[in-house]
Nanobody, 116 residues
């Protein structure tokens, strides 16, 4: 069973960057999991931001393409979401999600606020 922990959120000005991290608190490797980042703003539904398949494939929501990059560091057992050129509309709680064999795990989320 995974216990996903996200980190790296914070307050940033428009145009700035943040790198979010997702790892299991017990240092379980995420290599075999499909890992995705979602986000949710108050009053809105949770939406997919980016995904990383265990075989190396990636996919992005239209708003994330060209600004966000999902990547893995197997040695650190961590999945990252690099977010550049952040906009106020990117303000949300960002969640890490991992899926394997019908089992789905979520982290508690990390807050990203983009404001002057």
């Amino acid at each position: 069973q995974l216990h996903l922990v996200e980190s790296g959120g914070g307050l940033v000005q428009p145009g700035g960057s943040l790198r979010l991290s997702c790892a299991d608190s017990k240092a379980t490797s995420l290599s075999f999991y499909t890992v995705k980042w979602y986000r949710q703003s108050p009053g809105e539904q949770r939406e997919l931001v980016a995904g990383s398949g265990s075989g190396g494939s990636t996919d992005y929501a239209h708003f994330a393409r060209d600004r966000f990059t999902i990547s893995r560091d197997p040695a650190k057992k961590t999945v990252y979401l690099q977010m550049d050129n952040l906009k106020p509309e990117d303000t949300a709680t960002y969640y890490c999600n991992a899926v394997l064999g019908g089992f789905t795990y979520w982290g508690q989320g990390t807050q990203v606020t983009v404001s002057p």
